[in-house]
């Protein structure tokens, strides 16, 4: 390393919001002197170097899971919602994106079950949304909870 150029946002005198350019010499021949801050300034670098390194690391093995299962779940759309796939988005947004689709293309009355993710439960029957509507309570719960046990004993 020759040289590192530094960029602090420092207005001068008369000059409003001016970048200035902190030249600071961090190579081995400044080593070489005594200077306790260019020891400490190179150490600092040494450590900031690899924790960066680490968190590039950390985040493209994230990345590369995130895309993974994005993958995995637009192959699991019907073929309707896979064509309103934008290409080109990040994986964040892809994901965001993907939640939203398959909240629309799933039909009406079924939910995936609670836990077990890409597991579908069994269809809400129109009765019973009508009802769970009219009651103001959550329909999986309603079919779960009190639809489905009374329709067991008859």
Do not use: C
Request: proline share 8%; glycine share 4%; charged share 30%.
């Amino acid at each position: 390393m020759a040289e590192e150029t530094v960029t602090q946002d420092q207005p001068e005198i008369g000059v409003a919001d001016k970048p200035v350019d902190v030249k600071i010499d961090l190579s081995e021949d400044s080593a070489k002197s005594a200077d306790p801050d260019v020891v400490a300034l190179r150490e600092s670098l040494a450590k900031l170097s690899a924790e960066n390194a680490a968190l590039k690391a950390a985040d493209a093995a994230r990345s590369a899971a995130l895309d993974e299962r994005n993958a995995a779940r637009v192959a699991a759309l019907p073929e309707a919602a896979r064509r309103l796939v934008p290409a080109g988005l990040t994986g964040e947004a892809l994901s965001d994106h993907l939640s939203a689709l398959e909240t629309v293309a799933r039909p009406a009355g079924v939910t995936a079950a609670r836990g077990a993710p890409g597991v579908v439960a069994d269809p809400i029957p129109p009765q019973a949304m009508a009802e769970a509507a009219r009651r103001s309570v959550d329909p999986r719960w309603f079919y779960e909870t009190v639809w489905k046990p009374t329709q067991k004993k008859r």
